[in-house]
C-alpha cells in the first residue's frame, strides 16, 4: 500500500512522463516500466484518481516533540491560519522551498498543538493519511505521515458578490 501511493504522488507530481519512461528503460527498471504502463492505462481509461493535495507530517520526539509540515504555503496557512503571519515574513528562512511551497516547516514553534491534534485539524478539514513511515535510531527517531485531500470543484463561471448598498444622504 505504502509503495503505491509513493509512486501514485511521484507519477502525480512528475510532468514529464516520457523522460521517467526513457530513464526507467535504460536502467532497466522493469517493476517501475510495469507500474508506469498499467498509470498510462489507468489514465487513458479514465480510472486515474481525481486531482488533489498533499502534506507532510514529520513527527519527531527531539525536545518533547518536533512537528514540521511540507507542502503548499497556501494549503497549510488554510489549516492553521494563526501562523499565516509568520509563512508571509519569513522569505529567507530556512524552510522555505520556493515562493509556494515549505519544507520542514516547524508548526509547533508556532502553534501549540500536539501531534494529534495536528492530525485531527488536518483530518476534519477533509484530508485522509495515504501513507506513513518511521525509523531512526535511539537519539533521533521520527515518523512522517502523507495527507491527500481529493480538490473541491468550484462552480464555472463569475461569483456574485452582493453588497448591501444604502443611499448617501
Known amino acids: ?6 509512486e501514485y504522488l511521484f507519477f502525480l507530481f512528475f ?3 516520457t523522460l521517467l519512461y526513457e530513464e526507467a528503460k535504460y536502467f532497466q527498471l522493469q517493476p517501475m516500466l510495469l507500474e508506469m504502463e498499467r ?3 489507468d489514465r487513458e481509461t479514465g480510472r486515474f484518481s481525481r486531482p488533489c493535495e498533499c502534506l507532510v507530517v514529520r513527527v519527531a520526539p527531539d525536545l518533547g516533540e518536533r512537528i514540521t509540515l511540507s ?3 497556501s494549503l497549510i496557512e488554510e489549516v492553521f491560519p494563526e501562523i499565516g503571519d509568520v509563512m508571509c515574513n519569513s522569505v529567507n528562512a530556512g524552510w522555505n522551498h520556493d515562493s509556494t511551497h515549505v ?3 516547524p508548526l509547533n ?3 501549540h498543538l500536539n501531534s494529534v491534534q495536528v492530525l485531527e485539524r488536518l483530518q476534519q478539514r477533509g484530508f485522509e493519511i495515504v501513507g506513513s513511515c518511521g525509523g531512526g535510531v535511539d537519539s ?11 480538490l473541491r470543484r468550484t462552480p ?11 443611499p448617501l444622504d
Request: aromatic share 20%; charged share 30%; hydrophobic share 30%.
Open 156 to 166: 464555472r463561471g463569475p461569483s456574485v458578490i452582493r453588497i448591501k448598498q444604502e
Open 71 to 73: 507542502g503548499d504555503k
Open 1 to 6: 500500500f505504502a509503495f503505491y501511493t509513493v
Open 39 to 41: 498509470w498510462k492505462q
Open 15 to 17: 510532468q514529464d512522463y
Open 109 to 111: 514553534g508556532y502553534c
Open 140 to 150: 533521533s527517531q521520527f515518523s512522517e505521515y502523507v495527507l491527500r485531500r481529493e
Open 103 to 105: 519544507i520542514r516547516f
